[in-house]
C-alpha cells in the first residue's frame, strides 16, 4: 500500500503561482510512479503530468506544458507540482496518484491516490 497526501492548494488570483506537494508513504513508494490530475467542477478527472520514480521523465498535458513542472524530491519522498501564470480555467481540485511502472495517463492506470487539494483561480 501507498499513502498520498496532497497540500498546498488555495486561492490565488489569475498570473499567480502555487506548488501543491504530494507526501508518499508506504512500502517502496519512492519507487513508484506520480502523476498529477484535477478534476473541474461537473467535468471529468483530467491528467495534468506525470514523474518516474527517477525524477529523469516527465510528461504533461499540452494545456500546462510551459506554466507547469513536475518534481520530486527523494530525500522526503515528496513530489511536487509548480504551477506558474496560473488561469480561471485551471481551478480544479488536484490529486496526486502513483503507480508502480510506466507513465501514464489515464486515471484507471493509476493504484492509489491522494484525498486532493483545491486550487482556485480568479479572474
Known amino acids: 500500500q501507498v499513502q498520498l497526501v496532497e497540500s498546498g492548494g488555495g486561492l490565488v488570483q489569475t498570473g499567480g503561482s502555487l506548488r501543491l506537494s504530494c507526501a508518499a508513504s508506504?512500502?517502496?513508494?519512492?519507487?513508484?510512479?506520480v502523476g498529477w490530475f484535477r478534476q473541474a467542477q461537473g467535468k471529468e478527472r483530467e491528467f495534468v503530468g506525470s514523474?518516474?520514480?527517477?525524477?529523469?521523465?516527465?510528461r504533461y498535458v499540452d494545456s500546462v506544458k510551459g506554466r507547469f513542472t513536475i518534481s520530486r524530491d527523494s530525500t522526503k519522498n515528496t513530489v511536487y507540482l509548480q504551477m506558474n501564470s496560473l488561469k480561471p480555467e485551471d481551478t480544479a481540485i488536484y490529486y496526486c496518484?502513483?503507480?508502480?511502472?510506466?507513465?501514464?495517463?489515464?486515471?484507471?492506470?493509476?493504484?492509489?491516490w491522494g484525498q486532493g487539494t483545491q486550487v482556485t483561480v480568479s479572474s
Open positions: 496518484a502513483a503507480r508502480p511502472s510506466n507513465l501514464g495517463r489515464e486515471p484507471y492506470e493509476y493504484d492509489f
Open positions: 508506504g512500502r517502496s513508494s519512492s519507487t513508484y510512479v
Open positions: 514523474i518516474g520514480w527517477s525524477g529523469g521523465s516527465t
